[in-house]
């Protein structure tokens, strides 16, 4: 695709984006798109052998701050990782609500995030403008290709699809736990990040 077309449509989704945002109230009131269950969401068990997979262990890049990471630094946490791309106005939305639940938290230092973007056409410089101008304060990695194959061929190919929202839960253990796809609330994902929490204080 022509950069200079490629552009106008990242800027006109950003622009999109932000309207979005701004028209609806982020929180888990009734103002809320409708395909965002109020229910709490039911994880199902993705990984398909015990142990850390590989990727675990590859370096990613802290688009904002330029620290260089691996899932592997988070053993003993709980780990929200979302696929994303910048032109996606369902992950930008679906942020917001991670944004909240982690608010609604506090915080914790036993949580992180993750958003990977899995868009082979964006790069650190774009990524890093995106997070920057709705203030996510979470890591935001250009998602290698080695990453993405891997969850492509471990999970699932939509994994790769993100409009689709995919996420994936990681516990303390290393387990992977895969989301149902769809806008998440706030309310249903501190629902379902609940009891990965309290095993990490059960310990």
């Known amino acids: 695709m022509n950069r200079k077309i490629y552009f106008q449509h990242t800027l006109s989704a950003v622009v999109l984006t932000s309207f979005l945002l701004s028209a609806c109230n982020t929180s888990t009131s009734s103002t809320a798109p409708s395909v965002i269950p109020a229910d709490p969401v039911a994880a199902a ?105 891997a969850l492509g061929n471990l999970y699932n190919a939509e994994y790769l699809n993100p409009p689709l929202d995919p996420m994936l839960i990681i516990d303390r253990n290393g387990n992977v736990y895969g989301l149902p796809y769809g806008l998440k609330s706030a309310n249903a994902l501190k629902n379902t990040l609940a009891p990965y929490l309290q095993q990490y204080h059960d310990r």
């Open 45 to 149: 068990v993705a990984t398909p052998t015990p142990g850390r997979p590989d990727w675990f262990g590859i370096a990613l890049e802290d688009a904002q701050t330029g620290e260089v990471f691996t899932i592997n630094q988070f053993a003993g946490k709980v780990v929200l990782v979302q696929t994303i791309a910048v032109w996606c106005t369902n992950c930008a939305y679906q942020q917001n609500e991670v944004r909240d639940v982690a608010k609604a938290l506090g915080n914790p230092d036993n949580f992180v995030v993750v958003s990977l973007d899995v868009d082979v056409h964006e790069d650190k410089a774009s990524l890093k403008k995106y997070a920057d101008y709705f203030d996510f304060g979470w890591r935001f990695a250009v998602s290698p290709l080695e990453v993405s194959r």
